[in-house]
């Protein structure tokens, strides 16, 4: 059974055009995704393209003017915006990108404790600390005095204090270097190894094919392939979907092969396929009809030449 | 840290020294050549009875016949050595008239500068809490509103009904009149502060309100407090945790700033209702040409408002952690 199962997700934005007339921009459409217990699975997407609101939309914490449609389960039961409320941070928990994410004015172990902790919390989080390979005083720091690195740790600990058995880390390793990077997800790895379910939102695929078990590549909004962490080699080969396959070839490792053209913004996306305007496999019936997700060789694609 | 306190100090020491040189010099020639005649003030409604022989006389005795800059020399050096003059026309050694005139002023904007406070930050906090509701537009109609009221106004207004109509507080003066000193008793001198604090406080609300309002509001768009929703905190307890830990400090501080607001509030207020206090005075003296008492008051109101200014800065540099801790590590 999966632990969490999107399906056919939607997040829209009402907003005024200059005509003073409300209009919705669709950020995010048809984007389906499942983990189980144990496994990670990686969004991998280039910035921009509404990753992060698919973390806020999980949590029931997206905007007032955002309206949210499709369905989300968690345990096999539909979350609706009550059941996340007391989901949220009990049996979900995110990890979110920086060090902004931190009250500036409480010190560190104090917010890393739940409130209203008890000693029994406090001594968890010296034991996480330690873990963590965080000295004892980081507790006594504010936000702002704590290094890129340590900052990625403490985030981290809030998330595994909380006991939750699905995190969502939002974009975790923004500007580590390697080896940092590499550190930060091997924690994610272990959490995971733990029986804990990881949903790691990220435009690093590098990074996050290191640990992850499964891939939904992101692009414009929407889910476009959804692979095994294996499928990614050599030039692409076994990947189902143009756009992965670009993304892939683009690495430096790769062939370092820029992908032409830009991504749509919301709201003025193409009435075919979405990546129509860049794909090089393009057809005439492509820039008419929207493609489905449809299962292909073990994975999901949003392709019709795909095979 | 304590050296940084001390050389923060001495800073601000040297530069409250130079601000008190220069108000004084500017006040000095302003008052040198404002069309009030000192003696024809001092001798006032007995003018046609006092021949320019006594004039003089009275010049004299005041030393006003002597060139502006020779008299500039000796009451700045007097006042180096703690005399402040005598009051032309209360006949008091200065520094006595200011003294029970502050603690008479200091009661009103005391009380009005806590009331407000309070009341603000209350109102400001609801509604940020409220924001787009209608408890919200009301508070935020209700500020703006009063923030173009003069004080002057308000404090007319409310003599009018309370006072006059309504009769529940007494009309003007800071304790009864016709009734000796000594029996005037502590529940009298609060009936006669009511009014005037209350005037001033109501028109001091609107800032900090107003204030606070948008400092919560950007609080509860900030990242962390999304994050603290994350995490599954909700309402009252997510305003006391993050709420009020980021907004508490720049509230206390604007009110310390505020005090300049405060006294030229208290001076239009103390006028309106007849209040005894400093404000009062300084109207007195500047209308009657009493050189030493204005420019005694003109000192102190500046040393108070440095002083406001003073804490304010010092709460965020030794409190706020960012900036407290900033050089250390
Ligand atoms: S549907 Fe057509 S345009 Fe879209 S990815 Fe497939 S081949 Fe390219």
Not at chain 2, 87 to 96: H, K, T
Not at chain 2, 159 to 183: C, K, S, T
Not at chain 2, 187 to 193: K, V
């Amino acid at each position: 059974m999966c632990k969490l199962e999107v399906e056919n997700l939607s997040v829209s934005f009402s907003h005024y055009d200059r005509g003073l007339r409300q209009q919705m921009v669709e950020v995010i459409h048809g984007l389906s995704l499942s983990i189980k217990a144990g496994q990670i699975v990686a969004v991998v997407g280039s910035s921009g393209s509404g990753k992060s609101l698919l973390a806020h939309a999980i949590m029931g914490i997206l905007p007032g003017n955002a309206v949210m449609a499709g369905r989300i389960c968690y345990g096999g039961e539909t979350l609706n915006a009550q059941r996340q409320a007391t989901l949220r941070g009990k049996e979900m928990a995110l990890v979110p990108q920086s060090v902004n994410y931190l009250d500036p004015l409480m010190r560190v172990g104090q917010q890393v404790r739940i409130p209203g902790a008890d000693q029994v919390q406090a001594a968890q989080q010296r034991n996480l600390f330690e873990r963590y390979g965080l000295e004892p005083g980081v507790e006594q720091l504010y936000p702002f005095q704590l290094s890129g690195g340590m900052a990625r740790r403490v985030l981290l600990s809030t998330a595994t204090l909380s006991g939750a058995s699905l995190i969502i880390a939002d974009e975790p390793t923004p500007g580590l270097h390697h080896e940092a990077a590499r550190e930060t997800l091997l924690h994610f790895r272990e959490l995971a190894d733990e029986g804990r379910s990881i949903l790691l939102i990220t435009h690093d695929i590098e990074s996050a094919l290191t640990v992850a078990d499964k891939v939904a590549v992101f692009y414009a909004g929407t889910t476009v392939e959804i692979a095994a962490a294996e499928d990614f080699a050599g030039h692409g080969e076994r990947l189902r979907h143009p756009y992965s396959r670009a993304l892939w070839n683009a690495l430096p490792q790769n062939q370092f092969q820029p992908i032409p053209g830009a991504q749509p913004l919301p709201g003025q996306l193409p009435d075919g396929c979405v990546f129509a305007p860049r794909c090089p496999a393009a057809s005439a019936e492509c820039s008419e009809i929207k493609p489905d997700m449809r299962k292909l060789r073990g994975g999901m694609v949003r392709c019709i030449h795909a095979s | 840290m304590i050296r940084k306190l001390l050389a923060f100090l001495g800073f601000k020491a040297v530069r409250l020294a130079s601000l008190m040189f220069a108000i004084s010099l500017i006040s000095f020639m302003l008052v040198q050549n404002s069309p009030i005649d000192p003696v024809q003030a001092y001798v006032g409604a007995d003018a046609v009875r006092v021949s320019p022989e006594q004039r003089a006389q009275i010049a004299a005795y005041w030393g006003l016949e002597k060139p502006p800059l020779e008299r500039f020399v000796i009451w700045s050096s007097a006042l180096l050595q703690g005399d402040m003059g005598t009051s032309m026309i209360y006949r008091q050694p200065v520094e006595e008239v200011i003294g029970e005139r502050f603690l008479n002023s200091a009661a009103l904007m005391g009380v009005s500068w806590l009331l407000s406070g309070i009341i603000g930050f209350i109102a400001g906090v609801v509604a940020a809490m409220k924001k787009d509701t209608w408890i919200d537009r009301c508070i935020q109609w209700y500020c703006y509103t009063l923030a173009s009221t003069p004080a002057f106004w308000l404090g007319l207004l409310l003599l009018m009904i309370f006072a006059v109509w309504l009769g529940w507080f007494p009309v003007g003066l800071g304790v009864p009149a016709g009734v000796l000193a000594d029996e005037v008793t502590m529940a009298d001198r609060i009936r006669h502060l009511i009014l005037p604090a209350l005037t001033l406080s109501v028109v001091g609300i609107s800032n900090i309100a107003l204030h606070t309002r948008q400092k919560l509001v950007d609080v509860l768009e900030s990242d962390y407090v999304l994050f603290a929703r994350a995490r599954g905190e909700t309402g009252f307890r997510l305003f006391w945790r993050h709420g009020l830990r980021n907004i508490a400090l720049p509230a206390v501080s604007l009110q310390f700033a505020s005090f300049s607001e405060l006294f030229g509030g208290a001076v239009l207020a103390e006028q309106v209702f007849s209040y005894p206090g400093l404000g009062q005075a300084a109207v007195d003296a500047g209308l009657r040409g009493d050189v030493p008492l204005l420019l005694g008051i003109v000192l102190f109101s500046a040393l108070f408002v440095f002083t406001g200014n003073l804490i304010a800065d010092l709460l965020y540099r030794f409190i706020d952690p960012r900036i407290r801790k900033a050089g250390v590590r």
